[in-house]
């Protein structure tokens, strides 16, 4: 008996290189760049990128949709987004590359990375007191698997680490924190604010002055610390860089932004104590990402259970 023939995946990932990942997606299933049809019975799967929204009307057969990285919020955003499950990525090597940023900017900020290249522009020999790793706090608001992840890893360089998350569900070694009764106490214990947090109704716009300003100021690095590496509309630019200017943060690392690219026109790239990169802490890597998709997709027709999967009503 010849095999049924597998439904094909439509591809439209904005921001990512469309012929990489065709190509290895190709290697399971036929790809359709753009929608040929205004209804198109043949797809099965999408597997999407901020891209713009209805590009999901009129698929009649569409078992899932595939986010193109963690996070869905760009799914969301769409006001026809079909009713079908959405698998997003949680890939060992995104998750890597996460840590990897987060320890960096952690450890940029804790061995003062700003105050050294600062004194190198001016050719001085000064050198300042370091507080050791185990004086510092770091706060992680997000502890899923990017949080746990960057958790483990400051935790290893002597760190202590406090998390924030909705469930406030423990994680061996860290003081976590739960829900809104339990944030102004992790704000109160943190030195190093970190946001892995996704982009949801609930935490649209959190990282406000009113927030930075309750992180802990007087400690071993002489001031607060901020870095967002969740998504841009987490937070406020405008209270951001009036924290820096009225001493309610020293220092921050924002790899998003409410608006992408950062505009030029933004006082953030020019901000001496800002540490700006262009969402880049931890890209997909469609090499590493399309077999997963693939065997995720043989795997719902087979009628098994899809993995990462999106709470639809949580909103990540
Ligand atoms: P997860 O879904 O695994 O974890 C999300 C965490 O946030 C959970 O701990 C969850 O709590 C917590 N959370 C969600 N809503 C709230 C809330 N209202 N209050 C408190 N805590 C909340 O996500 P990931 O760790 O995989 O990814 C996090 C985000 O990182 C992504 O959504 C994406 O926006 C961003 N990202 C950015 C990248 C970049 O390059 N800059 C790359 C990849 C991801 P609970 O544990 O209770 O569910
Ligand atoms: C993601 C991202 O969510 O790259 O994966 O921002």
Same mark, same amino acid.
């Given at each position: 008996?010849?095999?049924?023939?597998?439904?094909?995946?439509?591809?439209?990932?904005?921001? =990512?290189?469309?012929?990489?990942?065709?190509?290895?997606?190709?290697?399971?299933?036929?790809?359709?760049?753009?929608?040929?049809?205004?209804?198109?019975?043949?797809?099965?799967?999408?597997?999407?990128?901020?891209?713009?929204?209805?590009?999901?009307?009129?698929?009649?057969?569409?078992?899932?949709?595939?986010?193109?990285?963690?996070?869905?919020?760009?799914? =969301?955003?769409?006001?026809?987004?079909?009713?079908?499950?959405?698998?997003?990525?949680?890939?060992?090597?995104?998750?890597?590359?996460?840590?990897?940023?987060?320890?960096?900017?952690?450890?940029?900020?804790?061995?003062?990375? =700003?105050?050294?290249?600062?004194?190198?522009?001016?050719?001085?020999?000064?050198?300042?007191?370091?507080?050791?790793?185990?004086?510092?706090?770091?706060?992680?608001?997000?502890?899923?698997?990017?949080?746990?992840?960057?958790?483990?890893?400051?935790?290893?360089?002597?760190?202590?680490?406090?998390?924030?998350?909705?469930?406030?569900?423990?994680?061996?070694?860290?003081?976590?924190?739960?829900?809104?009764?339990?944030?102004?106490?992790?704000?109160?214990?943190?030195?190093?604010?970190?946001?892995?947090?996704?982009?949801?109704?609930?935490?649209?716009?959190?990282?406000?002055?009113?927030?930075?300003?309750?992180?802990?100021?007087?400690?071993?690095?002489?001031?607060?610390?901020?870095?967002?590496?969740?998504?841009?509309?987490?937070?406020?630019?405008?209270?951001?860089?009036?924290?820096?200017?009225?001493?309610?943060?020293?220092?921050?690392?924002?790899?998003?932004?409410?608006?992408?690219?950062?505009?030029?026109?933004?006082?953030?790239?020019?901000?001496?104590?800002? =540490?700006?990169?262009?969402?880049?802490?931890?890209?997909?890597?469609?090499?590493?990402?399309?077999?997963?998709?693939?065997?995720?997709?043989?795997?719902?027709?087979?009628?098994?259970?899809?993995?990462?999967?999106?709470?639809?009503?949580?909103?990540?």
């Amino acid at each position: 008996m010849q095999a049924p023939v597998k439904g094909r995946v439509l591809l439209s990932v904005a921001g =990512f290189d469309p012929q990489h990942w065709r190509k290895r997606l190709s290697a399971g299933r036929e790809v359709v760049l753009d929608r040929e049809r205004p209804v198109d019975t043949s797809i099965h799967y999408a597997v999407v990128w901020n891209r713009h929204p209805g590009l999901l009307v009129g698929l009649p057969n569409l078992k899932a949709v595939f986010s193109g990285g963690a996070g869905v919020d760009h799914l =969301f955003a769409d006001p026809d987004l079909p009713d079908v499950p959405i698998v997003r990525v949680v890939a060992d090597n995104l998750t890597q590359y996460m840590t990897e940023y987060v320890v960096w900017r952690v450890l940029d900020h804790h061995r003062q990375g =700003f105050l050294y290249r600062a004194q190198q522009r001016r050719k001085a020999w000064i050198e300042p007191p370091q507080p050791a790793a185990n004086r510092v706090s770091v706060g992680i608001m997000g502890m899923g698997e990017l949080g746990r992840a960057a958790a483990r890893a400051l935790l290893t360089l002597g760190f202590r680490v406090n998390g924030w998350s909705r469930s406030g569900a423990p994680v061996e070694g860290v003081d976590v924190y739960g829900g809104s009764a339990g944030l102004d106490a992790f704000l109160g214990a943190t030195d190093i604010l970190v946001v892995l947090l996704p982009l949801t109704p609930a935490t649209t716009g959190i990282v406000d002055h009113v927030l930075l300003s309750k992180l802990r100021r007087d400690n071993a690095l002489g001031g607060a610390v901020l870095i967002n590496a969740g998504r841009g509309l987490l937070q406020n630019s405008a209270d951001i860089l009036r924290a820096l200017d009225d001493g309610v943060l020293k220092e921050a690392s924002l790899d998003v932004f409410e608006s992408e690219p950062l505009p030029e026109t933004s006082r953030l790239w020019t901000h001496e104590r800002v =540490f700006v990169t262009p969402h880049a802490a931890a890209a997909s890597d469609p090499d590493h990402l399309a077999t997963f998709m693939l065997e995720q997709m043989d795997a719902c027709d087979r009628g098994e259970p899809l993995r990462n999967l999106v709470d639809r009503k949580a909103g990540y």
